[in-house]
T-cell receptor, first 113, second 118 residues
Framework: NAGVTQTPKFQVLKTGQSMTLQCAQD?????MSWYRQDPGMGLRLIHY???????DQGEVPNGYNVSRSTTEDFPLRLLSAAPSQTSVYFC????????????FGAGSRLTVL | AQKVTQAQTEISVVEKEDVTLDCVYE???????LFWYKQPPSGELVFLIR??????QNEISGRYSWNFQKSTSSFNFTITASQVVDSAVYFC???????????????FGQGTILTVHP
């Protein structure tokens, strides 16, 4: 069982470039989410999804797009990267029942120059 | 809105010392869950414990113990006889259970960096 798989692990972009962070889970979890981690700020929710075709904004959604065409995949798109998006990004998934304990991916470190 | 505060930014201890990591939360919801996650130097996030708002029993797991007090909105984490391998960033988090689910949405504290010296 791979759990939650994120790619790439590291990425350097120039301001204005676009890219997609990939996230896939093999646990048949309904809920998936993206968080960013910045020093001194903990993890903050960017977008989340409660099932295929259903997404919603979290605390810091500006500059990011998501879609959920399948249960397994939840990509995060940066359409025009900005230095403020330099961060470590974590994808997570959880079951729809109970306390929704999140299983996290290994993280993707993004640097925007 | 929910809020989680971990006032201790960094803690440094010597091996075998006991250490307590503080967590204070704010929510107007009566049904919620509290979590602790560990982030070792390798960077992954490891789930440690979950507590629901109706269960104020303290919990002990080996050298780890958790003290949940609704009266003070606190969910503190104590490591007894700390070891070098406990060095990590520790996050406290909160989810509210709206309609029976939190939709996988957590509110995290800022994190506490724990360094255990040999």
């Amino acid at each position: 069982n791979a759990g939650v798989t994120q790619t790439p692990k590291f990425q350097v972009l120039k301001t204005g470039q676009s890219m997609t962070l990939q996230c896939a889970q093999d646990m048949n979890h309904e809920y998936m989410s993206w968080y960013r981690q910045d020093p001194g700020m903990g993890l903050r929710l960017i977008h989340y999804s409660v099932g295929a075709g259903i997404t919603d904004q979290g605390e810091v959604p500006n500059g990011y797009n998501v879609s959920r065409s399948t249960t397994e995949d939840f990509p995060l798109r940066l359409l025009s990267a900005a230095p403020s998006q330099t961060s470590v990004y974590f994808c997570a998934s959880s079951q729809s029942s109970g306390a929704n304990v999140l299983t996290f991916g290994a993280g993707s470190r993004l640097t925007v120059l | 809105a929910q809020k989680v505060t971990q006032a201790q930014t960094e803690i440094s201890v010597v091996e075998k010392e006991d250490v307590t990591l503080d967590c204070v939360y704010e929510t107007r919801d009566t049904t919620y869950y509290l979590f602790w996650y560990k982030q070792p130097p390798s960077g992954e996030l490891v789930f440690l414990i979950r507590r629901n708002s109706f269960d104020e029993q303290n919990e002990i797991s080996g050298r780890y113990s958790w003290n949940f007090q609704k009266s003070t909105s606190s969910f503190n984490f104590t490591i007894t006889a700390s070891q070098v391998v406990d060095s990590a960033v520790y996050f406290c988090a909160l989810s509210v259970n709206a309609g029976g689910t939190s939709y996988g949405k957590l509110t995290f504290g800022q994190g506490t960096i724990l360094t255990v010296h040999p």
